[in-house]
C-alpha cells in the first residue's frame, strides 16, 4: 500500500502508512495557495492529539517528525508549488531541506511566518499577565505582509496615515483593545479602529509589556544614557520563566521508621501528581523526598496521616519551589555607576536622549543639582507601580503620580517625568533597521509621522 500526500487547491489530505492500519488525516481547510504559510492546523492520529503552523514543508516534517511514519509525497494537478524539490520519502534530511527550500523560495512573507519571527525577537510570554498581548485582529487568510507601521498608540488619526500608506499590518506599542469590547460599532474610536482595519485588511499585533520586559528592549533603551564603563545594570522585576525548573510546584520531605520502606516507597511513586521519589536511610529511618502538583501535595498529607506513624506525620515538611528567573528580563532597570554624575547632568542626559526641550524635575529630600547621582531606576511608561520601593537616588520615567512623586523625594530620590510616550517612542524607532533586517528586507518597514504624545508644553 502506498504511503501518499495530495494536495489539492483548497484541501490538503493526508493519508499515513503503519505497518498495520492506513489513516487519513484531513487538514483543513487549507490555505489556497498551497505553499502559504498562512495556516495552522490540529489533527489526531494514531490516538495522539498533533498541532502545527506554517507552511506545508514544516507541517510534513512536524507529522513525519512526531509520528515516527513513512510519508510519501505525491503531488495533486491543482497546486502552486514554488519548486518540486519535496522529498518523495521519510529522509528527515530532505524535509530539513524543504523546509529551507521553501522559505528561500518565497518572495512575500505571510503573517503567521512575520508574527512567529515577531515571537522569537521577544517572546510575547514575557508580558505582564494583565497585559493583552499579541496578534489583536487577524484579517482572514491568504495573507501577506509587505508594509508594516510602527506606532505608540494606535489612533484614528495614526490609522488614516496607515490606510493611505498601504499599510498591511500595525505594530502598535500600546493594545488598541484592552478592555474586552461588547461590540463594534461606530460608537467609539476604538470600536471604528477595529472596524476599518477588517474593512481594509489592516493585521494588528501589540508587544506592549513584552517590550519592556525583554533584553535590550524598550526599559534598556531608556537607561543607556546612564551606562557606562563598570556600570551594572539590572531589572526591577525580574520575569520568571512560565514552567517550574522540576515538575510539581512543591517538594515535600517526609521521615517513615524504617519498616517498610519499599513498600513506602512504591505507593508514593504511585501517588498521582507525584514525581521525582528519592529516598535516604540513616540508622533507623528512611527520609522520603519528593515533588509534586497541588493535587498530589493534598493525596501526600492525606497519605501521611493515614499511616500509623505518628514520626511520619510530625515530620512533614512543605517547601514552596520557584519558577526560575529570565536574566536580564523583566520589568525596569537599574544602573549602579562607578563614577557619579551630577543630578543636572542626568537631566541634560535624559532630555538629549530623547530628545526633548523640557522635562519636569524633583528634586529629591536634602538634593540640590549638583548632588552626586551613583543609581538610576526607569521605568518607561507608568513608573509608580514598578519603581515603588525601590532605593535608588533618582527614578526616570513618563508619569507618576503627585503622591507618588512626593513619596520619593521624602526617601532622598530625584524625580525626572518625561510625560508618557516620549519614553517608549524613541525606542520604536530604533526597531526600523532591526525590522528590516528580522524580515529578510520582505517587509518595509514604516514610523508613523502622526503618532505623538498627546500633552505638550505651550
Ligand atoms: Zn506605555
Known sequence: ??????????????????????????????????H??????????NNRSYSTTGSFSKAIYYFSYHTSNSVNISTGNNICY??????????????NKAVVADNSDNSVMNLSTVISRLNNFAATSLAESW???????EP?????????????????????EA????????LSYHPPIFVPLKSLTQRTAKERIIVKCLERRIAIFSPHTSYDAVENGVNDWLISPFVAEGSKVEPLHPVTSKCYATPGRYRVDVIFPIEDTEKIYDQLNCIDGVSQVFRLTVVNTTKFTMNCTDRGLERIVAYVNSSS??????????ITLDKPPIPNHGMGRKCKRKQPI?????????????????????IGEKCALDSPIKSIAVCAGSGSSVLKGVKVNMYVTGEMSHHDVLDATSRGISVILCDHTNTERGYLHSLKDKFTELFDNKVTIHLSSTDTDPLKIV
Not at 482572514?140 to 495614526?158: Q, R, Y
Not at 551630577?342 to 524633583?362: F, G, I, S
Request: proline letters at 4%; aromatic letters at 4%; glycine letters at 0%.
Open 163 to 170: 490606510i493611505e500608506k498601504n499599510i498591511n499590518l500595525i
Open 36 to 45: 502559504s504559510d498562512n495556516w495552522s492546523h490540529s489533527w489526531t492520529a
Open 309 to 318: 506513624s505518628e514520626m511520619a506525620q510530625q515530620s512533614v515538611e512543605i
Open 342 to 362: 551630577t543630578l543636572e547632568n542626568a537631566v541634560a542626559m535624559v532630555k538629549q536622549h530623547l530628545q526633548l526641550d523640557h522635562v519636569r524635575l524633583a
Open 140 to 160: 482572514s487568510p491568504p495573507f501577506e505582509v509587505t508594509n508594516l507601521m510602527i506606532t505608540n498608540d494606535l489612533t484614528e488619526l495614526v490609522l488614516e
Open 82 to 95: 514554488p519548486n518540486s524539490s519535496y522529498p518523495d520519502n521519510n529522509n528527515q534530511e530532505d524535509f
Open 1 to 34: 500500500m502506498n504511503s501518499s500526500v495530495v494536495l489539492a487547491e483548497t484541501r490538503l489530505i493526508l493519508r499515513l502508512h503503519r505497518a498495520t492500519c492506513t489513516k487519513l488525516i484531513s487538514l483543513s481547510p487549507c490555505s489556497q495557495r498551497a
Open 131 to 137: 497585559d493583552n498581548v499579541g496578534l489583536l485582529v
